[in-house]
């Protein structure tokens, strides 16, 4: 309780009541003692601490207590006192355990030493230490920091040939990277191999999506549309109005308006169009000369009349999965889209 709260002064004044009381100290009532001062960044009472543990007969220091120390100075950024903290650890002839190695890798990431952190990893396994997720993300992030495609391929092997699956959070990374190396054959392979692999939705949506959003930006729309409909077919939808405004961007540059509204229809049972999606049609339109394509009948609600045509689609949503299968068109010429001095959007490329 006394490490949760940080206070030393009563961790102190109880370890005191306990003496007085004729209570033996153990090893556990001093490392709790340590963490109490670590957890408070007071390094020089916890290291007061172990020298009595050192020079004591009936509670030495153990694993936990040389834990607690590399722990600490992993979360201060000391990669000196982590190093000397491990050697001293294995000179007292505790050799290094999942904790040890979850510290020291967590405290080099955050340094940005990531020979470091791969170096402790190999140790780690080759010791025969399985790794839990928390490492593998730190690991992993590592890996993505240096932007190793190679060793990127060869981690993600390592973790769907050891079981695991790859979480959300790890999905995020690999996709951040492949976007913005503009790597968009790499993610398709990438969700081969997840598909594959079974791994849950959480950890497909944000590959579809990333995938979906570098093909808007390379205006790439008959793969926009295979990779929407394959999404959807997998259960997975739109999950923030940017997205979707990507592809509406693209398809404004593209001058694609009838297969804009086809897209708007498709994805209409699934995701609800936000103002600032309705603010883009709008806009867009109006440049395009087209206004009547949208009415806004209640601008206020976001609500919407389509072109007859788009309302007899809209009863029959499969032909829009129907006609985005197999299409994989050459590169097209990359766009940009931003917002004038004025504030209304600007299609150009």
């Known amino acids: 309780m006394c490490g949760k709260i940080k206070n030393v002064p009563l961790a102190m004044q109880v370890f005191t009541s306990m003496e007085a009381n004729g209570i033996e100290p153990t090893s556990g009532i001093f490392n709790a003692l340590i963490l109490t001062c670590l957890s408070s960044a007071n390094v020089i009472t916890a290291l007061s601490l172990y020298e009595v543990m050192e020079n ?40 290094a355990d999942l904790q040890t190695y979850k510290s020291l890798i967590s405290g080099f990431a955050k340094l940005k030493k990531y020979d470091a952190v791969e170096s402790f990893y190999e140790e780690m396994v080759l010791s025969g230490i399985t790794p839990n997720v928390p490492i593998l993300e730190m690991v992993l992030g590592g890996i993505c920091e240096q932007r190793n495609l190679i060793k990127i391929k060869d981690f993600l092997k390592f973790i769907l040939d050891g079981g695991w699956k790859i979480n959300g959070i790890m999905a995020e990374k690999l996709v951040g990277l492949y976007y913005d190396l503009g790597k968009v054959e790499e993610m398709e392979e990438m969700l081969t191999t997840l598909m594959k692999s079974s791994q849950g939705l959480k950890t497909l949506s944000p590959v579809h999506l990333g995938i979906i959003r570098m093909y808007a930006m ?21 999950k923030c109005p940017e997205d979707v405004d990507k592809v509406i961007c693209s398809y404004f540059r593209q001058a694609a308006y009838d297969r804009l509204e086809l897209f708007l229809e498709c994805i209409r049972s699934s995701f609800k169009l936000t103002r600032s999606n309705y603010d883009l ?46 299409c994989k068109p050459d590169l097209a010429s990359s766009s940009s889209f931003s917002t004038t001095t004025s504030g209304e959007w600007d299609l150009r490329k």
């Open 218 to 238: 390379l205006d790439r729309l008959d793969d926009v549309e295979y990779s929407v409909g394959r999404m959807l077919r997998q259960g997975i939808s739109f």
């Open 56 to 95: 004591s007969d009936g509670y030495k220091p153990n694993s936990e207590t040389y834990n607690a120390f590399i722990s600490a100075f992993a979360n201060l950024g000391n990669d000196k006192a982590m190093q000397a903290w491990y050697s001293a650890r294995n000179t007292a002839g505790f050799s």
């Open 281 to 326: 049609l709008v806009a867009g339109y109006r440049r395009a000369g087209l206004s009547v394509k949208l009415d806004v009948a209640d601008h206020g609600g976001c609500s919407t009349k389509f072109t007859a045509a788009g309302c007899a689609l809209l009863k029959q949503p499969v032909l829009f999965n129907d006609c985005i299968k197999g």
